[in-house]
């Protein structure tokens, strides 16, 4: 179905993107995957090829293009021709932004050229072993010790964490209120800053996922992100967007899947006949294209809506939610078409089912987002049980 956002100047930033990937990242897919990680230097060249934190103003280097289609357009390049492992678009729009809305003059002076450029790369910490879904449960903490903020604790299962050089991590400053987080800018480099070994994953093999721990990290004020007894706040304003960018990625995801898969139905053979012969595949197959259809379609509207400041956190979720689990079926399926082959590593379809598994987990899971979308609806049993209470004491 032909989409209908891009204009003309998203066309030829797409042709240069798909080059960039072409050239950069493609050929050394297999090598970062088996590596656990992508070189470092992929990312200083998506900077000179003008690709990180691009809504950065011109000041910091950036261009100060906030469209959001244009990050679309990175996430869909790099799943249909590169490598969704490279964690670029956390860099630049899931991380960066912290910085951007949060961030004081200086900070953003300080931090933000570097991150355009692509030399200092950007992760965030918000889950720990004992804190995922829920974010009220962080325990690492960070005390007030009038100049810093002294860190300790952990985190776990960090995307960029080997190659990252500036984290946000949340932390708790209020210790008697679940929402008493602030969010604090930590160096590579900073002393009691240390990282856990590269985390074998079953898939997005190229990207690098670590723990992180702190030891009495002396954090200075000046590296604060905004007010930090406010951080639970600004990690829910935030968590909108990161829930698209991962929405976008699924559709592109399952669009790659359905495509290779049209090409391995066509070429096979069995009972004397192409796979794609058969009704069952031809309807499996033709399904999939309407829903991948539908879920553009949404996703489309979700970054028109986004860019005018419009996406709530309940469509949001329904986006990632249906997306996530969209692609976790059409990559079921595709390698279902495949057979034997579609379980061996030599076709991109294996490596597809590993990858998206993950999309229905992190970001928040399918079980958070349907939280979400259910208390949009007015299905919020702690308020209800909070209107219980206010009737019995009335
Ligand atoms: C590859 C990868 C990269 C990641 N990158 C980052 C990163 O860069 N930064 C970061 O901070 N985190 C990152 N994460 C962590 C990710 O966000 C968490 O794994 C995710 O939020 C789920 O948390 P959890 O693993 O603790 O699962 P849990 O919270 O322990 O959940 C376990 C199960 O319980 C369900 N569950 C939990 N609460 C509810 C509920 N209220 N109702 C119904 N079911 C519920 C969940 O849906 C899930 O099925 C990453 C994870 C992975 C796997």
Known sequence: MERK?????????????????????????DRWHDAGIVDRELFRKAGEHG?????????YGGHGMSDFRFEQIIIEELVGHGDPGFGLTLHS???????GQLGTPEQKERFLPGCVTGEVILGIGMS??????????????????????LLNGSKT?????????????AARTVPDNPHGLGLFLVERGMEGFGRG??????????QDTAELFFDNVKVPKKNVLGDPTKG??????????????VAAGCVAHAEAALQTTIGYVTERRAFDRFVSDFQNTRFKLADMRTRIDVAQTFVDRLVMDHNEGQLSAEVAAEGKLFCSELEGWVTDECLQLHGGAGYMDDYPI??????????????????????????????DPRQAAKAVEQRKRA
């Open 5 to 29: 956002i891009f204009e003309m100047e998203h066309d030829m930033f797409r042709d240069s993107v798909r080059k960039f990937v072409q050239q950069e990242v493609a050929p050394h897919v």
């Open 51 to 59: 690709l990180c934190l691009m809504w950065a103003d011109e000041s």
């Open 93 to 99: 729009r899931l991380v960066g932004p912290y910085l």
């Open 128 to 149: 720990e072993p004992s804190a995922g879904s829920d974010v009220s449960g962080i325990r690492t903490r960070a005390e007030d010790k009038g100049d810093h903020f």
């Open 157 to 169: 299962y960090i995307s960029n964490g080997i190659n990252g050089d500036l984290f946000v991590i």
């Open 197 to 206: 070994r590269n985390l074998k994953k079953l898939g997005l093999k190229s």
């Open 232 to 245: 639970f706040y600004y990690l829910m304003q935030f968590l909108a967007e990161e829930r698209l960018i």
């Open 350 to 379: 294996s490596r597809m089912y590993a990858n998206a598994r993950v999309s229905r987990i992190y970001a928040g899971s399918s079980e958070i987002m349907r939280e979400i979308i259910a208390r949009g609806i007015g299905l």
